[in-house]
């Protein structure tokens, strides 16, 4: 007979199939090996996936963390070398710009300064 067919039904993610929507279906299908396999294997998948995206991003993350070091390293050097080559402009420090930062008071307020140092 079809008297199944008018049955609740549930759709089973994992496995791709319906299985018949009362606890003792339900449960029977969920301690099934196929079940726990197509389980398992969803979570090995989507931890990979995040992994990857990890990785990813961990990439980007060094790309602009090697960026940034690269240009605090420009600027360091552009520092020194006008400390080198003008080493009596202006008698109020010239490093006094880099230990600054120190004192929180003044938490470098325009950036724009900064970049007419870096050219
Ligand atoms: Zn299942």
Redesign the pocket.
Known sequence: ADYWKSQPRKF??????W?ADNKPSIEF??R?K???E??AAKISEIKKKSIEKAKQEKRMCKQFAAMEEAAIKAYEEDLKRMERDHPQEGRKAPTGRLRRHKSKKTPARSPKSQRSVLG
């Open positions: 089973c993610q994992y496995c791709k199939c299985i299908h969920e099934g196929n079940h726990k197509n389980v």
